[in-house]
Nanobody, 118 residues
């Protein structure tokens, strides 16, 4: 599975950005897709995830501001980020959880930088 993320950039506080991630390769066994982020000096953390059935999970820090969506037919996942804050500044990584039997395997995109200025 290959993941190609795009859409990061520099935005002012209160602004919006939309991240996109395209999955290719052996996509038929992808279950959940999502976005993680890693700020300088911090651990990578889950931002939002969505299963192939549409179940969604958000980090508390982004609830009400970020919206994750998925196009299963096009193997795309999106993250609409509104009301951005400086603390949202991080490298954002697309993630896919690929299942085979009882195993779950993580695939990662290359990361896209989001910078929110104050």
């Amino acid at each position: 599975v290959q993941l190609q993320a795009s859409g990061g950039g520099l935005v002012q506080r209160g602004g919006s950005l939309r991240l996109s991630c395209a999955a290719s390769g052996s996509v038929f066994n992808i279950n959940a897709m999502g976005w993680y982020r890693q700020a300088p000096g911090k651990q990578r953390e889950l931002v939002a995830s969505i299963t192939s059935g549409g179940s969604i999970n958000y980090a508390d820090s982004v609830k009400g501001r970020f919206t994750i969506s998925r196009d299963n037919a096009e193997n795309m996942v999106y993250l609409q980020m509104n009301s951005l804050k400086p603390e949202d500044t991080a490298v954002y990584y697309c993630n896919a959880k690929w299942t085979w039997g009882t195993g779950v395997y993580d695939y990662w995109g290359q990361g896209t930088l989001v910078t929110v200025s104050s």
